[in-house]
């Protein structure tokens, strides 16, 4: 469907079409319709679909249409963080470009000026207002922030919200909404707890719930099985045989993070971190300097990813398997994008076996296992399915190079002497 089909005013269009936007996604056909017929919406998405779009664009024209309060908030979109609050205020400006719509976005991390800057925007009333839930809550206990108004309460990844514990604030959050308000949750899965949430604060919503596309084939995807202390070993010999230049590693905690990026700087490798203990200045530097080129590697954390939007990643490193198929998906495709080619690698130690064979049949084929290098010593045998034991005797290795359950040939019989 093209977005000239909907029920989207001239303005809008005029915008899309200068941003040459023009055929729909799944989730713009489906949710769009709804919210324009004023229904609260559920939407399960995975990142990347045009999801922000989805929920914008029905917004912004609804607050051109319909008579709204002046020098009020009208709309609060809610992020889990900074960097995915900066892309969707930058795609708020380019769809309302041709209409009197204003926003301001909410986060922490910024300076006095950038603090004074959000102050006045909440208490001179933004049309839509976009922010994580802690820093619009500090401004909501300072007391100069009016929340009666809003006509339209949004969540953006909310399942990722509910895994950095914002469950909480987002509740005190909406304690102080109108009852009459429009509520839209958009989340990449719909695990018990995102369920609660919805029905604390829907009202007869309407769902929308998109599958989980598989990876393009332009992705190669290759796992190693490998110990632990081999990881870093293995990435480094990665980036001197594959890919040296435009590289996300992702990691599962900012201590890794941390870790693994010292250890690639002594090694002379261009190498930037993403993590939670970066104040703002320092992620906006980082993401500069890679998009620049001046930084060849990036290492990041898994919520920050979400907000990593550059298109020629030449590959994606998994240091640590992710914990959901979903999270895999997202995280590999980074790469590949515009049809590009990509690599995709993950490296699989003893522990991650049973969450990457869930993923494997999450995509209902075996991802290929490349042979560790020999200089790195033997390898675990790949047995994703069952949970780590060790046997009487010792844990069972495989001989350098090892790590493959499949394709192996048996052994021969020993002759009787």
Do not use: W
Request: a neutral charge.
């Amino acid at each position: 469907m093209r977005f000239d089909e909907l029920d989207l005013s001239d303005d809008i269009l005029d915008a899309l079409d200068a941003m040459n936007f023009n055929e729909c996604t799944p989730i713009q056909e489906q949710a769009i319709p709804v919210i324009l017929d004023g229904r609260d919406l559920i939407a399960v998405a995975q990142t990347g679909t045009g999801k922000t779009a989805a929920y914008l664009l029905p917004v912004i024209d609804r607050l051109v249409d319909e008579p709204v309060p002046e020098d009020a908030v009208n709309c609060i979109v809610m992020a889990p963080t900074r960097e995915l609050a900066q892309q969707i205020d930058r795609q708020m400006e380019g769809f309302a470009y041709f209409v009197p719509i204003n926003s301001v976005a909410i986060y922490g991390g910024t300076d006095g000026a950038g603090f004074a800057q959000q102050q006045r925007g909440l208490k001179l009333g933004a049309d839509v207002v976009i922010a994580t839930p802690g820093r619009l809550l500090a401004h909501l206990n300072m007391g100069y922030v009016d929340l009666s108004k809003v006509s339209y309460f949004i969540l953006d990844e909310a399942d990722r919200m509910l895994d950095m514990g914002f469950y909480d604030d987002i509740m005190q959050i909406v304690k102080q909404l109108p009852k009459s308000r429009q509520t839209l949750m958009f989340s990449a899965t719909m695990p018990p707890k995102i369920q609660q949430l919805a029905k604390a604060i829907l009202n007869n919503p309407a769902e929308v719930k998109l599958a989980v596309s598989r990876p393009t084939e332009k992705i190669d995807q290759s796992a190693y099985v490998c110990y632990d202390p081999q990881k870093t070993p293995l990435l480094k010999h990665l980036l001197k045989t594959y890919h040296s230049k435009r590289v996300i590693v992702f990691s599962a905690s900012k201590l890794a993070v941390r870790d693994l990026s010292r250890d690639l700087r002594r090694s002379k490798i261009k190498t930037g971190e993403m993590h939670s203990d970066l104040d703002q200045n320092e992620r906006d530097k980082v993401m500069l300097d890679f998009r620049a080129g001046r930084i060849d590697v990036l290492v990041a954390t898994d919520i920050l990813a979400r907000g990593i939007d550059i298109d020629d990643i030449s590959m994606v490193v998994n240091y640590d398997v992710p914990r959901e198929a979903e999270d895999y998906i997202h995280r590999i495709g980074r790469t590949a994008r515009a049809n590009a080619d990509g690599k995709a690698v993950t490296l699989v130690n003893e522990r991650d076996q049973v969450k990457f064979g869930s993923i494997e049949r999450f995509l209902k084929y075996e991802v290929r296992k490349d042979a560790v290098p020999a200089e790195l010593g033997e390898t675990p045998e790949y047995r994703p399915e069952r949970r780590r034991s060790k046997p009487a005797g010792g844990a069972k290795k495989q001989k350098p190079g090892g790590g493959r359950r499949f394709n192996r040939k048996p052994n021969k019989p020993k002759q009787a002497k």
